[in-house]
T-cell receptor, first 110, second 114 residues
Framework: QKEVEQNSGPLSVPEGAIASLNCTYSDRGSQSFFWYRQYSGKSPELIMSIYSNGDKEDGRFTAQLNKASQYVSLLIRDSQPSDSATYLCAVDNYGQNFVFGPGTRLSVLP | DTEVTQTPKHLVMGMTNKKSLKCEQHMGHRAMYWYKQKAKKPPELMFVYSYEKLSINESVPSRFSPECPNSSLLNLHLHALQPEDSALYLC?????????????FGPGTRLTVL
């Protein structure tokens, strides 16, 4: 049974701080990883994908992947109240499906 | 055009009704998906179409019937649903199936079964 775990949350950070969202996965053979943001009542929106070990930056977002530790994270710099949402980690299951984590709810306090 | 559209936004139906959900994308993607999402849960895969052929059916009850008329359109036909089928139904697309294919989601249809 492939599993993806995330911080249970909710995670609260003050405006301007760095929010750190973590995700671990059980299948060592997984190759591709995705972060989605989902506002309440809306659909998931792709933030970024990462396939190689190391960091990948896009604006205020940085994804970090460590395949040896089976760990992927998302850092949000200069957090804004508009970043308050649920963040879903998704791990591709050999091209057949995504395995989603349960999501971490982030609250950025003004 | 870089979006997936879905209609209707909201749907209320009785257990004896027949209705359809529609999804459209004009990104030239060759894979399309139906997901179901219950409150406070992640999306659950229902069906995958690749090059207009059904490639994955995640043991979905037959009261849900998918159809892919062409590479841009995906329908989900609903019949004799149960109240527990009330959920947000999400359509997604990707360039291809495969390990490195980002899925792009539509806005969803909020379905209520009375």
């Amino acid at each position: 049974q492939k599993e993806v775990e995330q911080n249970s949350g909710p995670l609260s950070v003050p405006e301007g701080a760095i929010a750190s969202l973590n995700c671990t996965y059980s299948d060592r053979g997984s190759q591709s990883f995705f972060w989605y943001r989902q506002y309440s009542g809306k659909s998931p929106e792709l933030i970024m994908s990462i396939y190689s070990n190391g960091d990948k930056e896009d604006g205020r977002f940085t994804a970090q992947l460590n395949k040896a530790s089976q760990y992927v994270s998302l850092l949000i710099r200069d957090s804004q109240p508009s970043d308050s949402a649920t963040y879903l980690c998704a791990v591709d299951n050999y091209g057949q499906n995504f395995v989603f984590g349960p999501g971490t709810r982030l609250s950025v306090l003004p | 055009d870089t979006e997936v559209t879905q209609t209707p936004k909201h749907l209320v139906m009785g257990m004896t009704n027949k209705k359809s959900l529609k999804c459209e994308q004009h990104m030239g993607h060759r894979a399309m998906y139906w997901y179901k999402q219950k409150a406070k849960k992640p999306p659950e895969l229902m069906f995958v179409y690749s090059y207009e052929k059904l490639s994955i059916n995640e043991s979905v009850p037959s009261r849900f019937s998918p159809e892919c008329p062409n590479s841009s359109l995906l329908n989900l036909h609903l019949h004799a649903l149960q109240p527990e089928d009330s959920a947000l139904y999400l359509c997604a697309s990707s360039q291809e199936t495969g390990e490195f294919a980002s899925r792009f989601f539509g806005p969803g249809t909020r379905l209520t079964v009375l």
